[in-house]
């Protein structure tokens, strides 16, 4: 089990692994984006990634921003119940979701 400080059970969070961002044209971002990336290998299918760093996916979208984040956990079972118990879960699809009030549309997803 994963508590913290205070002794309440934690998710157990590892990390961010993904941020969906949603642009108006993913081929013009995508131009913009592979001018910051170091070698060609970090883009693949839209997808950039970064040594040390999240993932970002480019999807077209009608507004522009942050519309997905995939959070790493060490057990998604584990956090499956923690947010069961705090009135937090949500799912959607099949994933395993926190039910965030007031992000604006932001999906946060749990992976393992």
Known sequence: MYTTPDGTRALGVLG???LVIGVEDTATALVQWRQLLETPAQERHGV???????A??????PTGGILDMAIRVRS??????????RGMLRKDGGHVMI???????????LVQ
Do not use: D, K, Q, S
């Not at 998604?76 to 118990?85: C, G």
């Not at 039910?99 to 997803?109: I, K, S, T």
């Open 99 to 109: 039910a965030v009030p007031n992000a604006g549309g932001l999906r946060v997803r």
């Open 16 to 18: 961010v692994r993904e």
């Open 56 to 61: 970002l996916r480019l999807v077209e979208a």
């Open 48 to 54: 950039l990634t970064f040594p040390g760093g999240p």
């Open 76 to 85: 998604l079972e584990h956090a499956e119940r923690v947010l069961m118990e």
